[in-house]
């Protein structure tokens, strides 16, 4: 049975259908008395007169049943005081008249209900069938984009970084041509941006050409609506899918980031004219936030290595400058970052388990031999746009390594503390505090 079938049955008893259960009965009698005046029920040895409220509580229902036989049976009643019939209705084609009736009546009453539930079931079933198929085909497309996405781009931000530790050396000097050309080349393989300049400021004032750009390259467009509102609310600024259809929406850029270090320095602004849609998401623009930031951040975060560096001068250099610029990202971009704190014990295998992890340690991750003083051995551990998960993968990696070696236990079992501390908002000395680290 088809779902639409449902409502029609469900409507059809309105005014019209009651006077058809009134009426019919009344018209029966009516007939019955031309017939036969004196004995209407009983004219013929068939009582065809209870067919009506029978055929009526097979299409309508119990009620409808009932109110039928009730009308014949006050109909004949009525006819019989009035003196238009000389007999009653007899008591025992009355009780099975009306049971016949009723029977009948509930019959359908029972069918109705059944095949109610039957389409409703029905009706919830294609409903489900189609939303199984939506979500087939949503699926199919996105492992689709994925496919793609594997083949034309790395799968995390922690690859794109370690390109950005070669991008730094030409940032902290200013952002040259070449250093401009390569951060160009990642954002396209990072973040798919198909058409893109960056201009930069020179003596406060936005250069019309670009130093780097991506494509067709073209004069900046000052007049820019997009431009002009993210220069001065300095923050990224993009249309949403929906405006990308608006006629009023003639803009040259799909896209503008403000390229701006730590201390509020404006150093250029990326333009991008053209990007595949799929591309337009706060996701990816998110990446390619944190991507400039963190080459911005490369001057700034150069001076601040400075004053870090008096407080602690046994402190890398590299880890001081990747702490500083990880905890800006964090204050920027909401990015986490972990530190991770080995401290070893004055006896045992801990000082030769902490060689051990020194030497496998990974390109990304930054490494601070001995932080807490010639006396305790120990080793703090930068593990840059990790959060809590990722740092208790890499300590239960730590222990699967130690295991192999012959360490059982692992870390645990060699006596070493584990501390963790999330890169947050607080100064890098104070992160390094937490972790154990005193200045000298």
Not at 338 to 365: C, F, W
Request: hydrophobic letters at 45%; aromatic letters at 8%.
């Amino acid at each position: 049975m088809r779902s639409g079938e449902i409502p029609e049955i469900r409507s059809q008893y309105g005014i019209h259908v009651w006077g058809e259960v009134v009426l019919l009965p009344l018209v029966a009698m009516s007939v019955a008395l031309w017939l036969d005046h004196g004995a209407p029920f009983t004219a013929s040895s068939y009582p065809w007169i209870w067919l009506i409220p029978l055929l009526i509580g097979l299409r309508y229902g119990l009620a409808a049943a009932a109110l039928s036989s009730l009308t014949l049976v006050g109909a004949g009643m009525g006819a019989y005081h009035l003196g238009w019939s000389g007999q009653p209705p007899p008591l025992k084609q009355l009780v099975g008249g009306v049971f016949a009736a009723l029977s009948a009546g509930q019959y359908r009453s029972r069918w109705h209900a059944q095949l109610s539930a039957d389409g409703a079931r029905t009706e919830y079933t294609e409903q489900r069938l189609e939303l199984l198929t939506r979500a087939f085909f949503i699926t199919r497309l996105s492992h689709d984009r994925l496919e793609e996405a594997l083949i034309t781009q790395p799968v995390t931000l922690r690859s794109a970084l370690e390109q950005l530790r070669v991008l730094s050396f030409e940032a902290r000097s200013g952002i040259s041509t070449a250093g401009a050309d390569a951060l160009l080349q990642l954002l396209a393989q990072y973040c798919r941006f198909e058409t893109m300049a960056l201009h930069l400021y020179r003596q406060g004032r936005l250069q019309d050409e670009a130093i780097a750009a991506l494509g067709p390259a073209a004069p900046l467009a000052r007049t820019d609506p997009l431009l002009v509102d993210a220069t001065e609310h300095e923050q990224t600024g993009y249309y949403s899918v929906d405006q990308l259809d608006d006629p009023d929406q003639e803009g040259h850029y799909r896209a503008v980031f403000p390229l701006i270090d730590a201390a509020g320095q404006d150093l250029g602004v990326l333009v991008v004219r053209d990007m595949p849609l799929l591309a337009l998401t706060e996701e990816n623009l998110t990446v390619a936030t944190a991507i400039l930031q963190y080459v911005a951040d490369e001057s700034w975060a150069s001076a601040q290595t400075v004053s870090l560096h008096r407080s602690l001068p046994a402190c890398p250099v590299a880890f001081a400058h990747e702490l500083v610029k990880l905890q800006h990202l964090h204050v920027t971009s909401s990015i986490r970052s972990m530190l991770i704190a080995l401290h070893a014990p004055g006896t045992g295998a801990g000082g030769a388990v902490l060689d051990v992890l020194y030497s496998i340690r990974r390109g990304l991750d930054l490494y601070w031999r001995d932080p807490f003083g010639t006396d305790r051995r120990g080793l703090l551990i930068l593990l840059p746009l990790a959060g809590p998960s990722t740092a208790q993968g890499f300590l239960e990696r730590i222990d699967e390594v130690l295991t192999e070696r012959g360490w059982s236990g692992g870390l645990a079992g060699s006596g070493i503390h584990v501390h963790q501390v999330t890169v947050s908002r607080r100064t890098p000395l104070e992160l390094l505090a937490d972790c154990g680290v005193r200045p000298d």
